[in-house]
């Protein structure tokens, strides 16, 4: 492609509202554009990218035999009120009416449309297993869109789901797909770690998430520092052994906390470690109201919460709601002479002579010993893991790191096909419900984290399977005929050697070309300057920074060569 006929608007300044490497850097380079907060355009060359990623993508999913279809992005709310997603899924979902005030949503995932595609026409076991995937437009109206493609609210997701007739064979397939994605996250360049994203609900290795380890992750990995046990910190398990000092329970008082609203603040108020301190929390889950007590330095971990307690939605008290419930403010709110059901992490058991809110403004109680002074329904693992806990497979401690979840794999079971009532005859003629996996990839998103862990000062390091183009031709002076004839001819025959080849052919001061050609990132560039006449063009490795002199007759050698 000749630059003059293509769009590459690069940018000297980083924009305002970039914070993270790939996001300047995609913008900066000319590879995408933002129309609106988490939606964005692919340019020619971020489109190009894109298509790369996709390739890579469709070759791992068909030899895993997944096969392509395409799916609507504009889905009739009959299906999500049939799966009872409508009412749980939230403002994530974006919602709209059509002429008729039908309701519809744009697709934020498939689960619901493929579930009823196959359920009219897969009657039999025999037809079983099948797996099926598109590359398609979602849209969430995530509350916080941020990191450019990392989390848009339109994005593009590679969506698979399987459809078995046993456990067996979701197994097997579920491991052929984890196989897949390490294949393409491999290709993709990416130094990554598959980890368990979920040991809860179903037990075990049922699901689990890619991370490309990064700084700018959102997520964070536990792993242990010497097996290869590795989990997304929202689910790892904390295994921690606590022991009951021998110390004498004192009885229980009252004592005013005057403005002391957090833990921190009563902690250092009372001159007592955050250890001491019982942390409530008053959570609303589903209809009930329910005060979860944890150490006062520990964090309480509201998946877990949701998990213990089998509940669809779990969402903090509102300031409102806990004045109303509990009598006082947040700042002041505990377990001790309260109707509110009770429930508490295992450290808590331990707090011997422990402070508490009073559930009055402004009044703790000390000497709170838990089981004497308070009605615990539960002790459950309600909290965050910590670097230093011991390692929940009993090997190491804990260390953390940050993550981006690019992928996704997950054993739905039946949770689909039962709300949904799609149902295959067995052997024996009798209906069953379809076992399902569902796994995702991230496609945008994967594109960004390749660009935020191949970059340098200048611009984008492309690996050579993702980047745009193969080489750049940059002819430093277009108003030289030889320069300009070298350059074309040099564009055409690797073209002609099956490269793909970008031309510098603007008529732009060298150093703009040199800065643009940096920022971009292509791994080889070829230069046509002063030598042209004799027959000598500069071919630099992008990479490695590292440039030499070549004869155009060694030129696609010594470029196969890099490449
Ligand atoms: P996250 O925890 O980051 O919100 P998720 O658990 O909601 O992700 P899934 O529903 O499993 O994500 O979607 C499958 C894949 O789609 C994810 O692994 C991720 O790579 C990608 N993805 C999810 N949300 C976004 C988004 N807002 N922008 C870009 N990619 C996304
Ligand atoms: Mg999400």
């Known amino acids: 492609m000749k630059q003059s006929m293509t769009f590459i608007p690069t940018l000297r300044e980083t924009p305002a509202d970039a914070e993270i490497k790939s996001h300047q850097l995609l913008l900066r380079a000319g590879f995408m554009k933002q129309n609106t907060s988490g939606i964005y355009s692919f340019l020619p060359l971020g489109k190009r990218v894109l298509a790369k990623v996709e390739q890579i993508i469709r070759e791992e999913m068909e030899n895993a035999g997944v096969v392509e279809m395409f799916m609507p992005a504009l889905q009739q709310a009959e299906l999500w009120q049939e799966s009872g997603r409508w009412y749980t899924y939230g403002s994530e979902l974006m919602r709209m009416k059509d002429r008729h005030g039908r309701e519809f949503a744009l697709g934020a995932t498939h689960e619901e449309v493929i579930t009823s595609l196959l359920r009219d026409d897969v009657k039999s076991y025999k037809k079983l297993p099948l797996s099926l995937y598109q590359i398609q437009t979602k849209y969430r109206d995530e509350a916080r869109p941020r990191f450019g493609l990392l989390r848009g609210r339109e994005f593009i997701m590679k969506d698979a789901y399987s ?292 970059n340098d000062e200048s611009g984008l390091l492309w690996p050579e399977n993702l980047a745009p183009y193969q080489v750049h031709i940059v002819p430093v002076n277009m108003k030289n005929d030889e320069q300009k004839k070298l350059g074309e001819d040099l564009y055409n025959q690797l073209k002609d050697q099956g490269l793909e080849v970008l031309l510098d052919d603007r008529i732009e001061r060298a150093g703009v070309k040199f800065n643009d050609s940096d920022l971009i990132g292509i791994p080889v560039r070829v230069t046509v300057g002063k030598q042209a006449s004799e027959g000598i063009v500069e071919c630099k490795d992008r990479r490695t920074g590292e440039s030499k002199d070549v004869s155009i007759e060694e030129l696609s050698s010594y470029i196969n060569q890099l490449l």
């Open 163 to 454: 459809f078995h007739a046993s456990k067996e064979s979701l197994d097997e397939t579920y491991d052929r797909i984890f196989q897949a994605y390490s294949n393409i996250f491999e290709r993709c360049g990416l130094n990554y770690r598959a980890v368990i994203a979920d040991s809860g609900a179903m037990g075990g290795k049922d699901t689990h998430e890619f991370m490309v380890l990064s700084e700018v992750g959102e997520d964070t990995i536990a792993y242990s520092d010497t097996s290869s046990y590795a989990a997304n910190i929202e689910m790892a398990p904390v295994v921690t052994q606590y022991e009951m000092s021998s110390e004498e329970q004192l009885s229980i008082e009252k004592i005013a906390t005057p403005g002391q609203k957090t833990i921190e603040e009563v902690r250092q108020y009372l001159s007592v470690d955050s250890t001491r301190v019982i942390k409530s929390l008053l959570f609303k889950v589903d209809d009930e109201f329910v005060l979860v007590l944890a150490r006062g330095d520990h964090e309480i971990n509201d998946i877990k919460v949701k998990n213990v307690l089998g509940a669809s939605v779990v969402e903090m008290a509102d300031p409102n709601e806990v004045k109303e419930i509990m009598k006082c403010s947040i700042g002041s709110i505990g377990p001790v002479n309260t109707n509110v059901k009770v429930i508490a992490d295992h450290a808590v058991k331990y707090i011997v002579n422990g402070i508490a809110g009073a559930n009055e403004e402004d009044v703790h109680y000390k000497n709170v010993n838990i089981d004497r002074d308070a009605k615990v329904e539960r002790y459950e693992d309600l909290r965050f893991i910590l670097e230093g806990d011991p390692s929940p497979d009993g090997k190491g401690v804990i260390k953390f790191a940050k993550g981006i979840e690019v992928g996704h794999v997950f054993k739905l079971g039946t949770r689909y096909s039962e709300a949904m009532n799609a149902t295959v005859l067995d052997e024996n003629g009798k209906a069953k419900h379809m076992i399902m996996g569902c796994y995702g990839i991230g496609v945008s998103r994967t594109l960004a984290a390749v660009a935020e862990q191949y």
